[in-house]
């Protein structure tokens, strides 16, 4: 079946607006999570689903960052006010259930704030 | 805090040599411990995966062994080649989500 896909796949924006990024897991997946990776750098987590509910927000970098996810399936990563430090490669990943399992990503969104 | 240190940052060995990446943890609850690798450009993959109640895994060149007295875990790659060449990254399961290391640059040289 079709893998994680995220879109779009590359965002060019200027600073002070708004950007959404979209991330669609694989089909049955409940767990649903997004990183952000900044130039040759690891993976920070930014927030976690189960579901349609957030157990876990503590990456989010500040209260510019929001994420919500419907029917259990598509997630939206929105970044309001972008600023030229949240340029970096933002991916997402699902897992089956999100219990000790492996986490399968998609390709990113590279991002850029002029 | 939730924290996983990976070293070393960048290796490069010769083509056929062997390569080791070490991690560290900072939860001795963590129970999942995977590994991927990530090409140029392109997303993580999955190459191998190690649970708690073993001590290691093996799957063709790839080896991880898990010490979980000492919180430490590594990757092992015998007879390295040069598409073995990525960013290796780590990660341990805590509070419910993956905290990842801040990767290893592999270089096989051909």
């Known amino acids: 079946g079709a893998g994680v896909s995220q879109s779009p796949s590359n965002k060019v924006t200027e600073k002070g607006k708004d950007v959404e990024l979209r991330c669609d897991p694989i089909?049955?997946?409940?767990?649903l999570y997004w990183y952000r990776q900044s130039l040759g750098q690891g993976l920070e987590f930014l927030i976690y689903?189960?579901?349609?509910?957030?157990?876990?927000k503590s990456g989010l970098p500040s209260d510019r960052f929001s994420a919500e996810r419907t029917g259990g399936s598509v997630s939206t990563l929105t970044i309001q006010r972008t600023q030229q430090e949240d340029s970096a490669v933002y991916l997402c990943?699902?897992?089956?259930?999100?219990?000790?399992?492996?986490?399968?990503f998609g390709p990113g969104t590279r991002l850029l704030v002029l | 805090g939730e924290n996983v240190e990976q070293h070393p940052s960048t290796l490069s060995v010769q083509e056929g040599d062997s390569a080791v990446i070490k991690c560290t943890y900072s939860?001795?609850?963590?129970?999942?411990f995977p590994w991927y690798k990530q090409e140029l450009g392109k997303r993580p993959q999955l190459i191998i995966d190690?649970?708690?109640?073993?001590g290691e895994k093996k799957d063709q060149r790839i080896a991880v062994t898990l010490n979980k007295t000492a919180k430490h875990f590594s990757l092992h790659i015998t007879e390295t080649q040069p598409e073995d060449s990525a960013v290796y990254f780590c990660?341990?399961?805590?509070?419910?989500?993956?905290?990842f290391g801040q990767g290893t640059t592999l270089q096989v040289k051909p």
């Open positions: 939860d001795s609850a963590s129970n999942y």
């Open positions: 689903f189960q579901g349609n509910s957030a157990p876990d």
């Open positions: 190690i649970r708690s109640n073993v």
């Open positions: 089909s049955g997946h409940t767990a």
């Open positions: 990943a699902s897992s089956l259930t999100g219990r000790k399992e492996t986490q399968y």
């Open positions: 990660a341990a399961s805590m509070s419910g989500k993956l905290i």
